[in-house]
């Protein structure tokens, strides 16, 4: 996303963070400051934002909250959980939740027990209002599985799929790399569990604590 300043940046993935949360009153009641947000942002950043805010905004809360669960809980690929696209529910995943969590507690952002680390939600608070260098390289690490999201919120029509392709525009342009992982991952989806293979888990991580 070109012209947009460091602040921008910050701006658009956190009311994109925001807007992917579940659809609560204090979601709800936050919409009038999100609105006024975006309205700080060049049109190239904020115009897509600003249609799905709207959408929160004039839709019934009963219906926001069955949408929701039917958008996010309900497909395997519009899951809001990163590491998912690339590990599933393979054991594998539960090193890659606490490599992030670790780069969490490096700048000291805590998070609650019922939170996973890898919830997009998440890792945009951490880039917008922590550290937008090391947000930005959680994002770009997780970029295949951002991109299938998007597309799968796209293919479903969903105006989540706003917030994605404003968090997309806010990193570098995509490579042949990214573009066959996205391919592969459109294809065959988040892989099974490995039963029977048990990882190797580094003594200084086993028993860390968050």
Do not use: C, W
């Not at 809001?80 to 992030?100: C, E, P, Q, S």
């Not at 945009?124 to 390289?137: C, I, Y």
């Not at 997309?168 to 573009?179: D, E, I, K, N, Q």
């Amino acid at each position: 996303m070109t012209g947009l300043s460091a602040r921008d940046v910050a701006v658009v993935r956190q009311i994109a963070g925001f807007a992917l949360g579940y659809p609560d009153a204090e979601l709800l009641g936050r919409l009038p400051l999100l609105r006024s947000a975006v309205d700080t942002l060049p049109a190239s950043g904020g115009g897509a934002l600003g249609g799905l805010l709207d959408h929160l905004a004039r839709t019934p809360a009963e219906q926001l909250a069955a949408d929701y669960v039917a958008t996010f809980d309900l497909s395997r690929r519009r899951a809001l959980h990163l590491t998912y696209f690339t590990h599933g529910d393979t054991r594998k995943r539960g090193l890659a939740l606490l490599r992030i969590k670790q780069t969490y507690r490096r700048f000291g952002f805590v998070l609650d027990d019922a939170e996973l680390p890898d919830h997009l939600g998440v890792v945009l608070e951490f880039a917008a209002t922590v550290d937008a260098n090391a947000g930005a390289r959680l994002l770009l690490e997780h970029r295949a599985g951002l991109e299938l999201l998007g597309l799968a919120l796209a293919d479903a029509g969903s105006p989540y799929a706003a917030a994605v392709a404003a968090v997309s525009a806010t990193l570098p342009p995509l490579h042949g790399t990214v573009r066959e992982a996205v391919a592969r991952l459109a294809a065959e989806g988040p892989p099974g569990e490995e039963v029977g293979l048990d990882p190797f888990v580094p003594p200084e991580v086993s028993g860390a604590r968050r």
